[in-house]
């Protein structure tokens, strides 16, 4: 478990929820290592927040009670003092005579998220400030929202006193215990207010009243708890006064305080530099906060630019996208602390190679984009083996060397684009096709463009097949190993286009699945499967066994997806059918997979695993689901007998399934000794070109079925 990105653990439930088995990334989480929880020199209950034990506790008890899982966000104290956010997904482990055995879970880290979460609300009530406001209304408005925002005691904004010269701050707006006190002049410059003035920023977390005596005379005795101050700077970096916040206790998250008053000290200084407001504004919208350089909207409105100067008059623009291969990789098991360095550090290098006219964005995530005036192919072929040389050295982030990866693509104009817009479309299809070929270097080319046509021709051609349901079934055969007979079939969609031809299940799959035609098709083929059912019900004959009918994992998230099978394939019943969801697709979200196969269950289905082994299950999921068949994935089956390591999968999935009383078919099967050596495992039943290609209703009737 050492690669899962958080705490996973077993633990009693006492009162100190004491720990049975912890993994080694709770050390990360927590601060403490796996020995010190299961020695107790430290304790679950005692790492979660004093002030949110009680509510944890209560809800892990009502969870209990109703024997179901539990998923909480609280916050934990790290060993080093700092607060995190965790979420936390857990359950009861109850045994056969429903005592409470243990409870297990895995928490994970979202303290990132969670601030997030506050700078946006941050900007949101900075906006709600400066609506319609001005002036004094400006900074009261502004005072309140920043007090809400940090859930602090006070709050103020102070512009320096011109009467009174540079050792006085006049206060222009103050909001003591939610309420505003109107305006009033401060006491001299203090040591807290030198040094946010020297240094940009303070932070008290003890002892405020001694350092902010800027509220001695109105401020009950007491709220002394801590403060926090930035600077407003003006756009040349002098002064022009402070923002500052006091605490009535001590500041958990000093960095997220600080990043929300950064946020609305950048308002302020707009504000006091009206002039400079529309531009100060600009910066906030148009700049990455991680890497300072331009953002995606800012990059597209200069796209837009450059295509007015350079379709007029003909002169060459390439344009280059460039994505960080093991950037996901390096921020789950970094932080994302590590991963911004790392984006920034590349923005940096990045900006090396490039000329001044070069135009430099982040798109966002993991990619970047820069413009390239006056560069042709050859040249922009160059530039691109150059820039991916560059970044593909090490980079040093705090001290640790690191290989990201990169892959680049890029298009020219006017050679590979008619307009911006091709331009910008050409250099991603090139990016993508990077991303899969060997060297990770793309440059546009035509067959590209027919790929990309090929996409669009089908996409369009496959809404039409679905409106007039040209498609067709094809069935494959199941038999049991044992017996030898047949006990049941699996659908499989088939497509012939008048035009295309045949095109592929590999093909046209996933594409209905990316553009969102997949609903449409599953429920096609779910009708129609039952329809043929029906018929050879009509004419005398009788599928053994069940119909195998794959589900999408797009469909998982439709709330009525129960009801609405159960209505698609009447008046065939539930008990009839056997729906087939990917390992994937369950691995996904366990908690709600679990939820679903209950349902399908109670609602009379069979449920099946399918492609089992591809994906990574815990066998603690795997009990939980309400499942009766793992279908084992032919990849395995189909090497098994050249290579051990797929015969000793198989034979391991054969005997967790017996284990589990599960019933397991095997796919792929293409040879006699395949059948024989799925019988000598155990393996329940089987499917494959051995038995025969699938074919159409009529002939399947005619081979399989007897009247």
Request: net charge negative; proline share 3%; glycine share 8%.
């Amino acid at each position: 478990m050492a690669h899962l990105p958080g705490m996973a653990y077993q633990c009693l439930n006492d009162t100190d929820w004491s720990m049975l088995f912890v993994n080694e990334r709770a050390r990360d989480l927590t601060g403490y290592s796996p020995d010190d929880f299961l020695s107790s020199r430290i304790t679950l209950a005692r790492v979660i927040h004093e002030s949110d034990r009680s509510w944890v506790s209560t809800q892990v008890d009502a969870a209990i009670e109703a024997r179901d899982s539990f998923n909480l966000t609280y916050r934990i104290r790290h060993r080093d003092g700092q607060v995190r956010w965790v979420w936390e997904q857990g359950q009861g482990v109850f045994s056969e005579e429903g005592e409470l055995l243990w409870l297990e879970g895995f928490i994970h880290d979202i303290t990132e998220q969670q601030h997030s979460r506050h700078l946006q609300e941050a900007v949101y009530r900075i906006a709600s400030a400066v609506t319609e406001r001005s002036g004094q209304a400006f900074y009261h408005g502004l005072a309140e929202h920043l007090a809400r925002a940090l859930g602090a005691d006070a709050a103020y904004l102070a512009t320096f006193d011109e009467e009174a010269g540079a050792q006085q701050l006049a206060i222009q707006a103050l909001v003591l215990f939610g309420r505003s006190r109107g305006s009033m002049c401060a006491a001299e410059r203090t040591a807290f207010t030198d040094e946010v003035m020297e240094t940009g920023y303070s932070v008290f977390t003890a002892g405020a009243g001694e350092a902010f005596p800027l509220f001695t005379d109105s401020t009950p005795a007491g709220l002394a708890g801590a403060c926090v101050g930035v600077r407003l700077d003006s756009k040349q970096g002098s002064a022009l006064g402070m923002m500052a916040v006091l605490f009535n206790q001590p500041i958990e998250n000093p960095e997220l305080s600080m990043s929300v008053m950064r946020i609305f000290g950048s308002g302020a200084s707009a504000e006091i530099e009206r002039q400079n407001y529309e531009q100060s504004i600009r910066t906030l919208a148009y700049q990455d906060s991680v890497t300072g350089l331009p953002n995606r909207v800012a990059f597209m409105e200069e796209l837009e630019r450059a295509g007015d100067q350079y379709l007029h008059q003909g002169q060459r623009l390439s344009l280059v996208f460039l994505d960080l291969r093991r950037f996901k990789e390096l921020n789950d098991t970094r932080g994302t602390c590590f991963g911004d360095r790392v984006l920034s550090a590349v923005g940096e290098r990045f900006t090396e190679v490039l000329e001044p006219d070069a135009y430099l964005a982040r798109l966002g995530g993991n990619e970047y984009a820069v413009l390239l005036p006056g560069m042709d192919r050859e040249a922009l072929q160059a530039f691109m083996h150059r820039i991916q040389a560059q970044l593909d050295a090490p980079l040093e982030i705090h001290g640790e060397q690191c290989s990201i990866g990169t892959s680049v693509g890029g298009a020219s104009f006017p050679g590979d684009a008619e307009s911006m817009n091709e331009l910008y479309q050409h250099a991603s299809i090139a990016l993508h096709h990077a991303k899969v070929c060997h060297s990770g270097i793309g440059l546009y080319d035509a067959a590209m463009a027919r790929n990309l046509h090929r996409k669009e021709q089908l996409a369009s051609h496959l809404r039409r097949a679905l409106s007039r349901q040209a498609l067709m079934l094809h069935f494959q055969p199941q038999f049991d190993l044992t017996s030898g007979e047949l006990v049941g079939a699996e659908v499989l969609c088939r497509w012939h286009d008048e035009e295309l031809g045949w095109v592929s299940p590999a093909e046209f799959i996933p594409l209905a699945e990316e553009r969102g035609l997949i609903h449409e098709l599953s429920d096609w083929v779910l009708a129609e499967g039952c329809r043929q059912l029906q018929a050879w019900k009509a004419e005398g004959k009788t599928l053994p066994g069940s119909l195998s009918i794959n589900i999408s994992a797009q469909q998982f998230d439709t709330e009525d997806l129960v009801e609405r099978l159960r209505d698609l394939c009447l008046p065939v019943q539930p008990q009839e059918l056997t729906l087939e969801l990917t390992e994937s697709a369950f691995m996904d979200d366990p908690a709600m997979a679990i939820k679903l196969s209950q349902r399908l269950r109670e609602a009379g289905f069979r449920v099946a695993i399918d492609d089992f082994g591809t994906g990574y299950s815990s066998l603690a999921y795997l009990r939980d689901l309400h499942v009766d068949t793992l279908k084992v994935d032919m990849s395995f089956v189909r090497s098994m007998l050249r290579d051990e390591r797929d015969r000793t999968i198989v034979e391991t999935i054969v005997a967790m399934a017996r284990t589990l009383g599960l019933r397991t078919v095997a796919e792929g099967v293409e040879t006699r000794d395949h059948e024989q050596a799925l019988r000598a495992m155990g393996c329940g039943a089987s499917q494959g070109f051995y038995y025969g290609r699938p074919c159409d209703a009529a002939a399947f009737s005619r081979q399989w079925l007897s009247g």
